[in-house]
């Protein structure tokens, strides 16, 4: 009996050898593959996909009935902790001055792949009479004999793919074929557009009549007081910019993320400021901006307009307060922020309950009504209605305010973060 066992246990062994995949002749998938960890970008923070009913979580002042509640789904995605700041947006004004001085010098060549390359390493003259002489204030417009910087210079090339076009006009039954290449042409769907990236610093005069604050104008942007502050002045488009922009810095380190930084869709925001929480006023719970100490909780216009009784005149720091549950600061007041997202009236009425987005890539000679984004989160400037989590407000795409910036996200591929830890 026991030599019969030994026996089967021998066969056994003999066929599973016999049975094990040999060089291809398997399907056990593509081998080698590289392995695949989540990379936390500097100064975001993780979102967990979850479920959340959208929508106001108190009366609806204005009776406008635009966010009517509705549950929806959300995935995953990392969010900038604070509003993009002064000094971080400037980082990429100063690469857009500087990638713009090199091709002024001739600092140009092509690279191994034969596509023009700027050589970055090359020194760049800006002594007076030099090179780049033009990209300063000339003659008539020079200030008090200042030598500043022409900022209407500063144009950057930006692009992004039309996907939902794309995807509606594709046929999959007539068009996986080499007769297809005209009709479904890619290059139709790669978007390009060129625009000024400066912050409107004017807006601060502009927003305001009979308001003396030509002082934010001249220093707000520039001066160090300010660098830890968020940005503002800038239109929708120029964040879209800054995104992309951001993504191609990303994509030069070795740990390369593929999906882009973006903004936010207007129902990941309301996910994010809730940090975690269902059914709350407020990024930090409900029913009041009074902690139990008396100080308030967010930069809004208190009361009767009392502007500094939070802390800040106009804006403060952008972690001014504590952040909510999900490491979040200032979702509510400070900057309202910019989402992705059009603005409809009615949207809550047709929206997927899954990953919903409403987006119109809105043209220069559209209607005005077609230009509205969705903006949240309410401003330094804004009654305490303003700064709920679940207020609709918008505004349009190609304006500039002083209460308004942005943040960036960037979708999380996976189930969970938990999974790699």
Known sequence: MKKNQILSVIAGALLLVACAPKDGKQLVGVQDRPTWEPIVPYGMQYVPSGALHIGPMDQDVSSSLVARPKQVSIQGFFMDDTEITNNEYRQFVYWVIDSIAHVKSGHVAPNQAGVDSINWEEPLDWSPGGTLDGMFYQGDEKFANKRNLDVRQLQFDY???????????????????????????????????????????????????????????????????????????????????????RTNLWDGFEEVNTEDFRLPTEHEWEYASRGGHEHTI???????????????????????????????LYTVKADGYFPNDYGLYCMAGNVAEWTSSAYYENAYSFIHDLQPDVRFDAKEDDKLTWKRKSVRGGSWKDVSYAIQTGTRQWEFQDTTHSYIGFRCVLTFLGRSINDFK
């Open 159 to 245: 692009q992004w793919y039309d996907w939902k076009n794309a995807a509606n006009d594709f046929d999959w039954k007539t068009d996986f074929n080499r007769q297809s290449k005209e009709k479904h042409n890619r290059a139709k769907y790669i978007k390009r557009e060129s625009l000024r990236i400066y912050p409107d610093t004017l807006c601060w005069v502009r927003d305001f009549s009979y308001s003396y604050n030509e002082p934010m104008t001249r220093n707000y942007f520039n001066h160090p007081a300010f660098d830890d502050y968020p940005v503002v002045g800038i239109a929708w488009k120029q964040a879209m910019a800054f995104c992309y922009w």
């Open 282 to 312: 407020y990024p930090w719970g409900n029913y009041y901006v009074r902690n139990a100490k008396g100080c308030l909780l967010a930069n809004f216009k208190p009361g009767r307009g009392d502007y500094p009784a939070d802390g800040g």
